[in-house]
């Protein structure tokens, strides 16, 4: 069977890469240390030596709209186009193209239907930012096939953290039972508290630091029922207006474990903190 053999959670902030790429001259000052943290994050990954990405991110109303808008998503072509016009032109993101792994996201989709969830899926999926981002922290050389799968974490109605979570443990129970000899890394972003268009954008901090703090050990020592004791719609709308995408963050705990991560890290930038987990597992999900 395949081997899960990292479960990677982070923010997916998409100006990185062209904050740590500038003129010394015009970067932001924490683009030194924002760089070395992600460089340090990618090892965590590199030393696992995975053969396929199983990639879980959130479509921001490039390819999936409100006329027909699914709460999850599996992509089952053999390659992804990534990147829209808009986010080349804000962000300086190149265009990418993903191979895709046909075979393991049809195994997928039909184990997750097979625990009730009922995945929609696409084999004409294009890829924005919340994938791409972490393929250019984590993974730059964009050499693996990967799995991806949208989760909708914008358009009400939401499906509930509990429902994230147990999205993760289904997520890891379809990896452990593919046949193959595959080494699966599993990769999803999300936010912490986040304003996107409301009065609390740009301020010196994420809109609730209180929040950031609390999530990063929440995650720090896989205490998945404190999550679900205090994480709500409601209170996730109090820390911001997009905070919504720590229901991935919630998503990932479900396929590490839940377990105490093993690597942690934050940087506090202007207006958002950024976050970066990984565990590595101890046991299957049988």
């Given amino acids: 069977m395949a ?26 000052p924490q683009a030194a240390e924002w760089k070395r943290k992600v460089e340090a994050y990618r090892e965590t990954l590199a030393r696992t030596k995975p053969d396929v990405l199983v990639m879980i991110g959130s479509d921001h109303f490039h390819q999936i709209f409100l006329d027909n808008c699914p709460q999850f998503l599996i992509g089952k072509a053999p390659r992804y186009d990534a990147i829209f016009y808009n986010e080349e032109r804000e962000f300086g993101i190149p265009k990418y193209v993903l191979e895709g792994d046909e075979a393991m996201s049809g195994f997928m989709h039909q184990h997750l239907m097979d625990q009730n969830f009922d995945f929609a899926f696409s084999n004409e999926l294009k890829i ?23 989760t ?36 999803g ?20 630091p209180e929040f950031d703090h609390r999530a990063i050990e929440w995650l720090r020592n896989g ?13 996730m709308a109090k820390s911001g207006n997009a905070t919504h995408g720590f ?12 377990e105490g991560a093993d690597y942690v890290d934050n940087l506090d930038l202007f207006h958002t903190m950024e976050a970066y987990f990984t565990w590595y597992p101890k046991e299957s999900a049988a």
Wanted: net charge negative; with cysteine.
């Fill in 3 to 28: 081997q899960l053999v990292a479960t990677l959670a982070s923010t997916h902030h998409p100006f990185y890469l062209k904050a740590t790429t500038l003129p010394p001259e015009q970067q932001m």
């Fill in 247 to 258: 229901l991935n963050f919630i998503l990932m705990l479900g396929v590490a474990g839940p």
């Fill in 189 to 208: 972003t999300g936010h912490l508290s986040l304003e996107l268009g409301g009065p609390r954008q740009f301020m010196e901090t994420g809109p609730d």
């Fill in 152 to 187: 909708n974490i914008f358009a009400p109605p939401l499906a509930s953290p509990r429902r994230f979570y147990n999205l993760g443990r289904a997520i890891r129970k379809a990896i452990d039972a593919y046949p193959s000899e595959k080494r699966v890394a599993a990769i």
């Fill in 128 to 150: 924005d930012h919340s994938i791409i981002c972490p393929i250019i922290t984590v993974r730059p050389q964009n050499d693996l096939p990967v799995v991806p799968i949208y």
């Fill in 223 to 235: 205490d998945i029922d404190a999550i679900l004791d205090n994480v709500d719609h409601a209170s």
